[in-house]
């Protein structure tokens, strides 16, 4: 089959193209998938580059870094083993099952949930492992997974758009379920352009609240046409005077980050008391300035999210099929031009996600 595979960490002449590359064969608990696309998201270019490395503290960039270890190159804090074909927001029907896995999945459209677990346990964290990372993924005609990761879809969707939800939205549901966002809520998105921060956007104004958006200004027309309430400069000289200006608040109840980098503080400042921090990403820059004045005295919550819980990615897939979500696909290229399609991702000037079509 042809296949884009990552030899290592590094530039982006660690992706190569095969046309030879060896068909995977379903274990009997897996589908094989025919690939018909697949999603472009932030892991597959930190993974490659070993951004998650502590060895370094730059902003993603998406060039082989300086510094960093590859044993802890990934998500998880470990190694990764190569070759490695990456990819985990796939859109494909599935041709074959293993000899445990349902029949009736054969001939069925199906998105892929990436987060990978043990079934026996599948609530454990320290189990989990993801799609594209620490197994084979989507960059490639055909792909195999467990079959408690495929779920069938019902959409008038193209395979394109619905390769754009899985890694952005599931992650965004995600932080708003750590943060409790509800009815009512003030929500600050930093990075609201992006994959994940279209997605915070819909996913917040479904819950009832109010989405607020940064971004920088060519992109504000069409953030504000994904959805935004309220759409802020990337950085503001006063956030709190800017907020003031846009809502008649100048705090809000819930940030929602993928940004970090040097305008942080800005945000925690910007939280009201009781306020609710959750962050899954530092595009930015990992490495910030953390008062913990303001965290105590204001009776902040912070959390992390990262590892999706069982049945995000249903509910995710029932917002699709009920027409609650509307999907944002800036540009797509053929799996061959991955590397370029990985440059404009990298690059930033688009709105919502990037996908390679098969």
Known sequence: MRAMVLTGHGGMDK??????????????????????ACGLNNTDVNTRTAWYSKGTGEAT????????????????????????????DVCGVVEAVGAKAPAALVGKRVLVDPWL?????????DRAGYYGS?????YAEYTVVDFRNVHPVESR?????????ATSYVTAENMLNRAAVKAGDRVLIPGASGGVGSALIQLARRRGATAIAMC?????????KAGADVVLPRAPKD?????????????????ADVVGGPGWPSYIDALARGG?????????????????????????TFTGATVVPPGTFGDLVGYIEAGELRPLVAATYPLNELRAAQTAFIEKNHVGNIVVTI
């Open 15 to 36: 992706l190569v193209w095969h046309e030879d590359w060896p068909k995977p064969v379903p274990g009997d608990e897996d589908v094989l998938i025919r690939v018909a």
């Open 61 to 88: 960039t998406g060039e082989a870094l300086e510094g960093v270890e590859e044993d802890d190159a990934t998500w998880g804090g470990a190694s990764i083993t190569f070759p490695r074909i990456q990819g985990a």
């Open 117 to 125: 677990r043990d079934w026996t346990d599948p609530l454990n964290m």
């Open 134 to 138: 620490e197994c084979d993924g989507g």
């Open 157 to 165: 969707m193209s395979d394109a758009e619905l390769a754009s939800f």
């Open 216 to 224: 920088s200004p060519a992109k504000e027309d069409s953030v504000r």
């Open 239 to 255: 956030l709190q005077a800017s907020l003031l200006a846009a809502t008649g608040h100048d705090t809000v109840t819930v940030v």
């Open 276 to 300: 609710r921090y959750t962050c899954s990403g530092a595009i930015a820059g990992p490495i910030v300035s953390f008062d913990l004045r303001t965290f105590y005295l204001r009776d902040l």
